[in-house]
């Protein structure tokens, strides 16, 4: 299985921060990772798909990058509604596997 | 406007089956991969499946002796079968749209499962 980990575990941050959360890759995956936000009590919901593109729906202030077996995921301001965790996940190859997630918490 | 509406038995004891099934509405059934991905305390979000609609199914191999995932088109549901269940099965249960392009884009609102005597 391709072993996904995402750093840092927890990130506490201020209103208008910009965020950074990084997802590494245990073997290739070209571009076939995605990111979900899960709030609490909710089902995970698609941020950005194949690396780097904008889910429909999605505010700008999201972004991906990355490839192979770096990735990240930014929030170029953040906003007090994008309290929750976050997941990366590969799905280059069967079974398709999650990060352990990020907890984002607003100062 | 595609919605994943899941059902099933919430509280179970050990060795018994587990057996969940969620319907699709808006959406063609075809074209896509249906699939079941649970939440449990011990590994975090874990995928157990996915199901084509012809019916061709592939599942976590740490799981394959245990799952059944099935699919009834004429209904546009598909179901989780998993057996002998242990605490270690307990957590949240979701359905969720899969494609080969973007991941999951739609989920079933989630069915929490314990497993305890």
């Known amino acids: 299985d391709i072993q996904m980990t995402q750093s840092p575990s927890t990130l506490s941050a201020s209103v208008g921060d910009r965020v950074t959360i990084t997802c590494r890759a245990s073997q290739r995956i070209s571009s076939w990772l995605a990111w979900y936000q899960q709030k609490p009590g909710k089902a995970p919901n698609l941020l950005i798909y194949?690396?780097?593109t904008l889910e429909s729906g999605v505010p700008s202030r999201f972004s991906g990058s990355g490839s192979g077996t770096e990735f990240t995921l930014t929030i170029s301001s953040l906003q007090p509604d994008d309290l929750a965790t976050y997941y990366c996940q590969q799905y280059n190859s069967y079974p398709y596997t999650f990060g352990q997630g990020t907890k984002l918490d607003i100062k | 406007q595609v919605h994943l509406q899941q059902w099933g038995a919430g509280l179970l004891k050990p060795s018994e089956t587990l057996s969940l099934t969620c319907a699709v509405y808006g959406e063609s059934f075809s074209a896509y991969y249906w699939s079941w991905i649970r939440q449990t305390p011990g590994k975090g979000l874990e995928w157990i499946g996915q199901i084509s609609h012809r019916g061709s199914a592939t599942y976590n191999p740490s799981l394959k002796s245990r799952v059944t995932i099935s699919v009834d088109t004429s209904k546009n549901q598909f179901s989780l079968n998993l057996t002998s269940l242990t605490a270690a099965d307990t957590g949240v249960y979701y359905c969720?749209?899969?494609?080969?392009?973007?991941?999951?884009?739609?989920w079933g609102q989630g069915t929490l499962v314990t497993v305890s005597s």
């Open positions: 969720a749209r899969e494609t080969t392009l973007v991941g999951a884009n739609y």
């Open positions: 194949k690396a780097s």
